[in-house]
Structure formats: structure tokens, C-alpha cells
């Protein structure tokens, strides 16, 4: 089960009579922050945006309102520093498809592509073709050749192709 599907059917569940879902599991593959975004008595933790956040926020803490029990302090933590993919009205739930990591790398910037096979590092400059986080996969042009490569972001001003 995907998490986007674990958040939904638990909003789902919050919606529906406690008695209709008392003894509904929680999917086992589900990941930490979807595990701790059901409490102890399987109640949906809720986290709202305390004011309106556009796209492209990284989420602090007072940007946030959360509930009092370590579950939800928890599901705060997971949260804090990452993006906002569209704008969240105040008072809204915070969906995990509102939210992604940071970017690193933006459109159209100019950055260091390297390329090492053993011994041997190459390295030029490229233009980024779409946004991506560290650690993602973006397309990157060649400057120098006009060719056009898939590369790994490593930080805000290098790639690594293989």
C-alpha cells in the first residue's frame, strides 16, 4: 500500500463512526511518518497549517498546529523542513502530497556535473532542464555539447552522472 493511500483511508476512517473501523489494522508497510500519524487508539493524528503556506515554504514548526501527544509531536518532527508542493489554506490538513523534500537544485540553473569512473573525474558545467531535492534524478544539459543527461543531485550546485 503506497503512504498517500494509508494517509487517505486513514482520514477516511476519522470521517467514519469509531465502531465502523475499531478493528481495521494498520498496514505493516506503512512508513514512520504514517505510522505516527495514528495514535495509540488508532485515532488520526491531524496536522493543520496554523497560517496560509504557498507553494514552495519550508514548514517550521509555528507554521503548524499540532495535538499534544508524543504520536503527533512525532508526525511534527517528520514534516519540519520539508516543502510545500501547493499552497495550503490555514486551518487545512497537511496531506503527505502537499508536502516533498526540499529542493536542492531549481530550473534553468547553472551547475558542476561530474562524472568518475575510478581514477578518472570529469567535470563541466550544465544547465538543470527541471527542479529535483538531493539525492533525485534530474535532466541536465551539456553546456559545452548541447547533450542532454540524466544526473543525481549531490548538493544545490553539483550533479553526478554515471
Known amino acids: 500500500m503506497k503512504p498517500s493511500t494509508t494517509i487517505v483511508l486513514l482520514l477516511a476512517m476519522m470521517l467514519t463512526p469509531s465502531s465502523a473501523y475499531a478493528e481495521a489494522p494498520i498496514a505493516p508497510e506503512a ?14 493524528v491531524i496536522i493543520k497549517a496554523r497560517r496560509h503556506l504557498r507553494a ?12 499534544d501527544s508524543e504520536t503527533a509531536q512525532a508526525a511534527a518532527r517528520d ?41 578518472l573525474l570529469i567535470t563541466t558545467e550544465a544547465r538543470v532542464l527541471e527542479p529535483g531535492s538531493v539525492g533525485e534524478t534530474v535532466r541536465v544539459m551539456n553546456l559545452s555539447s548541447k547533450v542532454i543527461l540524466t544526473a543525481i543531485v549531490v548538493s544545490s550546485s553539483k550533479v553526478r552522472t554515471r
Open 31 to 44: 512508513n514512520a511518518l504514517n505510522e505516527n500519524l495514528t495514535t495509540s487508539n488508532d485515532a488520526p
Open 79 to 119: 514534516i519540519i523542513g520539508m516543502e510545500v508542493k501547493r499552497t495550503i489554506y490555514a486551518d487545512k490538513t497537511i496531506m503527505p502530497e502537499d508536502i516533498s523534500p526540499p529542493t536542492a537544485i531549481k530550473r534553468n540553473a547553472i551547475v558542476t556535473i561530474e562524472f568518475k569512473k575510478g581514477p
Open 56 to 67: 514552495g515554504t519550508i514548514l517550521r514548526r509555528i507554521d503548524i498546529i499540532i495535538g
